[in-house]
């Protein structure tokens, strides 16, 4: 808990009355929550992409932080939509493994977890084989 926060409950003596503060104070409006949505969805959402110099969990947490901050604005992602998202955006490096893994399952049923250790699987495997053997 932060010092601002802290500085609101301080004078609470309940956990019903502490609630009831926090309540009151990040409580917003429709207006501000349609506002907040527009701007993560048009400006960050949609726009997001895996950079080459990041990993599958960075580019994956990135995808899951942003569906989480537009599902508290009200607006929520299924499972799918999320597999989809992060299949679509991520670098050509990896365009074997999303096709592999389009063949390989049904997407419609595949769940972000699923998805993210498979990911992470072929992304271990492109960088050990990087690494130069030494010739012998």
């Known amino acids: 808990m932060n010092d601002e926060t802290f500085e609101h409950i301080e004078g609470a003596t309940t956990a019903s ?15 501000n929550n349609r506002v907040r949505l527009q701007t993560l969805r048009r400006r960050q959402y949609e726009l997001l992409q895996m950079e080459t110099t990041k990993t599958i969990d960075v ?4 995808v899951l932080a942003l569906t989480n901050k537009m599902k508290t604005n009200g607006e929520t992602h299924s499972e799918q939509a999320k597999v989809k ?16 893994i389009e063949e390989a399952n ?6 972000v977890k699923l998805l993210s250790s ?3 699987v072929h ?13 012998e």
């Open 17 to 31: 009355g502490v609630w009831i503060i926090l309540s009151t104070n990040y409580k917003s409006d429709d207006k």
């Open 106 to 111: 049904d997407i419609s049923t595949m769940t």
């Open 59 to 62: 580019y994956i947490n990135k």
């Open 85 to 100: 998202k992060i299949l679509r955006f991520l670098t050509p490096r990896f365009e074997h493994v999303v096709a592999a």
């Open 118 to 120: 498979s990911l992470r």
């Open 123 to 135: 992304e271990q495997r492109m960088n050990d084989n990087k690494i130069e053997k030494p010739i």
